[in-house]
């Protein structure tokens, strides 16, 4: 088995839903579930290191999932109290996203850079013309 954990999309919608909710916890038991909820995603992308298949499933529904961050339908009261909140979760799942991509090989974009080599090529061009070189 390649986790134990859950990972359909409506169960992530209702981490990150009390994870924006518990954002600025009021007690040490807000905090605890704030921590396990991080935990329960950076636990997930661990587990899918080892599995291509999880890994690409993963990334899409992170993937979904912040798209489901960006669209109005979400919760409107949510997105009026917590608007930084969202953007700090979106950044999380993108994160989460990109390190599994580069682990497996997963490429979203026709020119995306995926292997170290084509990265330190890139990477050379754009340090010289930042004028970081």
Do not use: C
């Amino acid at each position: 088995m390649p986790t134990d954990l859950r990972y359909d999309q409506a169960f992530l919608q209702r981490l990150v839903t009390h994870a924006i909710r518990l954002h600025r916890p009021r007690s040490l038991e807000e905090a605890t579930m704030l921590a396990d909820i991080r935990d329960y995603f950076m636990y997930l992308t661990l587990d899918s290191l080892k599995d291509p298949s999880l890994a690409r499933t993963l990334i899409d529904r992170f993937s979904q999932l912040q798209g489901w961050l960006r669209r109005e339908h979400i919760n409107q009261a949510l997105k009026r109290v917590h608007p930084d909140k969202i953007v700090f979760y979106q950044a999380f799942l993108f994160t989460l996203e990109q390190v599994l991509s580069l682990r497996h090989g997963v490429t979203k974009l026709p020119n995306e850079k995926i292997s170290r080599a084509d990265f330190m090529r890139s990477w050379k061009k754009t340090a010289e013309k930042l004028g970081l070189s």
